[in-house]
């Protein structure tokens, strides 16, 4: 699973984006940051503010109900600040 | 089929309005909207942070709509990623329509809506060295959330 990261996720995970293998009891985007927060210090950081953070899987705005899979490209970020 | 661009470049709002009427003769107007960078509490610039991929088809997607709310003409969508200077063009909206009100209208949906649902981040940069990630505002919600789901 490719996981992408922006803005001040990404500067307190650390990372701009990494390749993960969640274990098989992870089957939503929440199940997914409630694991996140477990791998790194940054990781921890970055997810103890879970409400908010909002995720998109494969390019779509996407709840943290969403179900995601191996193959899926899953980005965690704020809430947008364009325009 | 909307013109939708992300560029770190400057837009020309004179070349892209004419690219919206040259050659035809049933545009009745076109309204713009140009996003500026302000200098708000000392702010000395602004990088624009987005999702490459995302970003285009989440603009793509909402100007789709835009066209399917208002019978336009053409309609094109150019936001700009990286550091800006107070004073520099950040977005571009416009909207050619048959009449004034379908142009005026779906161009203000255009910037209420990118403002909420396309992956851009800004980070501000002060005079005195900090920077912080720009928090987004119910405000922009509530101005989305008129135009209905």
């Known amino acids: 699973m490719k996981l992408l990261y922006f803005a001040w996720v990404r500067q307190k995970v650390g990372l701009a984006e990494e390749t993960v293998t969640p274990p098989p009891e992870v089957r939503d985007v ?12 940054g990781h921890a950081d970055a997810f103890a503010h879970a409400a908010q953070i909002r995720a998109a899987v494969n390019q779509d ?8 899979a191996a193959n899926d490209e899953v980005a965690f970020f704020p809430p947008v600040t364009g325009g | 089929m909307a013109r939708v661009l992300v560029q770190r470049e400057v837009f020309d709002l004179g070349a892209e309005s004419a690219l919206l009427s040259e050659g ?9 909207f140009v996003g500026i960078c302000r200098a708000d509490d000392g702010l000395a610039a602004m990088t624009l942070e987005h999702y490459p991929g995302m970003t285009e088809r989440a603009l793509a997607a909402i100007a789709a709509q835009a066209e399917s709310r208002w019978p336009l003409t053409g309609c094109t969508v150019i936001h700009r990623h990286g550091r800006m200077l107070p004073g520099d063009p950040i977005v571009l909206v416009l909207t050619a329509s048959r009449h004034r009100i379908a142009a005026l209208e779906s161009c ?19 005079a005195d060295g900090t920077t912080r990630w720009v928090d987004a505002k119910a405000e922009d919600d509530a101005a989305t959330a008129r135009w209905g789901a």
């Open chain 2, 108 to 126: 203000a949906f255009l910037i209420d809506w990118l403002k909420t649902k396309a992956p851009f981040w800004k980070a501000e940069e002060f």
């Open chain 2, 24 to 32: 035809r003769t049933d545009v009745g107007g076109i309204a713009s």
């Open chain 1, 61 to 68: 705005f996407a709840p943290a109900s969403t179900p995601v």
């Open chain 1, 30 to 41: 929440a199940g997914l940051m409630s694991w996140l927060a477990t791998r790194s210090p």
